[in-house]
Nanobody, 126 residues
């Protein structure tokens, strides 16, 4: 059974930084496409950053380009999200998710992900 566990969320002031981690376990057949999503109260879940199984291809939502960086360490089965220059509008619950394939398919669509973490809260104050 695949399990994803996020950590690293917290409260920061605008302009600050946080680094989220997502530890994966239970894979029996190699690395998977993974992504970070976020959901603010009253809003739909949106894809923030997506990364292929080999870490070779990344996608970022326009709202975070130039500020967020996704990476992964497959030896540690961990994905990261470095978030810099945080803004109040980045406040949300952040989730990591994994597909069942190596190369991402329709990576921005939450329904394409088979596995989800429990989420970690990020709050940015002005």
């Amino acid at each position: 059974q695949v399990q994803l566990v996020e950590s690293g969320g917290g409260s920061v002031q605008a302009g600050g930084s946080l680094r989220l981690s997502c530890a994966a376990s239970g894979y029996s057949d190699g690395n998977r496409c993974m992504a970070w999503f976020r959901q603010a109260p009253g809003k739909e879940r949106e894809g923030v950053a997506i990364i292929n199984g080999d870490g070779g291809t990344e996608y970022y939502a326009d709202s975070v380009k130039g500020r967020f960086t996704v990476s992964r360490d497959n030896a540690k089965n961990t994905m990261y999200l470095q978030m810099n220059s945080l803004k109040p509008e980045d406040t949300a619950m952040y989730y990591c998710a994994a597909q069942t394939v190596f190369f991402c398919i329709n990576g921005g669509n939450p329904s394409k992900y088979a596995y989800w973490g429990q989420g970690t809260q990020v709050t940015v104050s002005s």
